[in-house]
């Protein structure tokens, strides 16, 4: 258990630095893109791709954390109604129901990637292969599945609740 809780941790600091440089990347580049065109009167032909790209990378990568810390969007309207026993259960199952999407997901991505032109398609104006953003996606999505993993094992509604804090 300590080992998973560790990999978890460490998963959860990597996504953290990721999320926070890319939406950071975002700022920057679209105020650089606003210099450069209003300013400059030369505007910056890569910048809405790079934003965009940056963009899916934060918003993944952002899902997996919310994951991670068990902050995913619920609504309760039985809950109050419900024992604690079949809540937990409940949640449990909800969180059964993330991890196979996710993993489902992540199948599919792979399967993808495997497919030769895939790495061949080139992005319009920073020329990079679009499979590097899948293969980021797919990774984020693999993450996501371990962190589901962990938390479904940690949350057994057969045992006693433990509670998990990832933050520092």
């Not at 953290?16 to 606003?34: F, T």
């Not at 068990?70 to 309760?76: E, F, K, Q, S, V």
């Not at 693999?142 to 520092?168: D, K, N, Y």
């Amino acid at each position: 258990m300590k080992l998973l809780r560790t990999i978890d941790k460490v998963f959860w600091r990597l996504e953290l630095v990721v999320a926070i440089a890319a939406m950071s990347g975002v700022v920057a580049i679209l105020i650089a893109q606003v210099i450069w065109r209003y300013i400059l009167q030369s505007p910056l032909f890569f910048a809405e791709e790079l934003a965009l790209v940056l963009m899916i990378i934060a918003t993944f990568t952002g899902f997996s954390l919310m994951v991670a810390e068990n902050r995913l969007i619920a609504i309760d309207m039985f809950g109050a109604r419900l024992s604690d026993a079949k809540r937990r259960w409940i949640s449990w199952f909800m969180r059964l129901v993330v991890l196979v999407l996710a993993a489902a997901l992540a199948v599919f991505s792979v399967q993808y990637l495997a497919v030769p032109w895939v790495w061949m398609e080139t992005s319009a104006t920073l020329g990079l292969p679009r499979a590097y953003l899948y293969v980021i996606v797919t990774a984020e999505l693999c993450i996501l599945s371990f962190h589901q993993i962990v938390e479904l094992t940690l949350s057994w509604p057969g045992r006693a609740s433990e509670s998990r804090e990832l933050a520092p």
